[in-house]
C-alpha cells in the first residue's frame, strides 16, 4: 500500500506540472495576440497620421478647401467631409471665420481606427487623433 500512496504523489506532482504549463502557454499566447493586434493598430495610426498630414497640406495650399476636398474624393455629408480607407476613416470640418483684415479658415482632420468583431454585425469606431488645421487669408481688394 506505501508504493501505492508514492505513485500517486508522482501523479499528483506530474498534473500539477501540466497544469502550470497549460496556463502559462494560454497567458503567453494571449501577450502575443495582443501584441499583434497593438503593432496591427500602429501601422493603421501611422498611415492615417501620413494621410491626414497629407490633407492638411493640402488643405493649406487651397484656394477653396471644399474644391481640393471633392479633388481626394472625400463625401460631404451634414457639413463634414469623410473619406473611409482599408482600416480607418477620415473626417474633415471647416469653417471660416470672417474679420476686418479678411479671414481665417479652421478645421480638423479626425482619424476614425474601425473597430470590426466577427461576431457582430455592426461596426465601431475609436477615434485615434485629431489634427487642427488653419490658414489666414488677407482680403482682397
Do not use: C
Not at 44 to 69: C, F, S
Request: hydrophobic share 45%; no cysteine.
Amino acid at each position: 500500500m506505501h508504493k501505492r500512496n508514492g505513485s500517486n504523489v508522482l501523479l499528483v506532482e506530474i498534473l500539477i506540472a501540466v497544469l502550470f504549463f497549460m496556463l502559462s502557454a494560454t497567458v503567453l499566447a494571449q501577450v502575443f495576440a495582443a501584441s499583434k493586434n497593438l503593432t496591427v493598430r500602429s501601422g493603421v495610426e501611422t498611415r492615417a497620421l501620413a494621410q491626414a498630414q497629407n490633407i492638411a497640406d493640402a488643405l493649406y495650399a487651397a484656394d477653396d478647401p471644399d474644391a481640393a476636398l471633392e479633388a481626394m474624393e472625400f463625401v460631404n455629408s451634414h457639413g463634414a467631409w469623410s473619406k473611409d480607407y482599408d482600416s480607418y476613416s477620415l473626417y474633415v470640418t471647416m469653417e471660416t471665420e470672417y474679420t476686418d483684415a479678411g479671414e481665417i479658415w479652421l478645421g480638423t482632420v479626425r482619424a476614425f481606427y474601425a473597430l470590426r468583431n466577427p461576431d457582430d454585425a455592426r461596426q465601431s469606431a475609436e477615434e485615434l487623433f485629431q489634427l487642427p488645421v488653419a490658414r489666414y487669408r488677407e482680403e482682397m481688394e
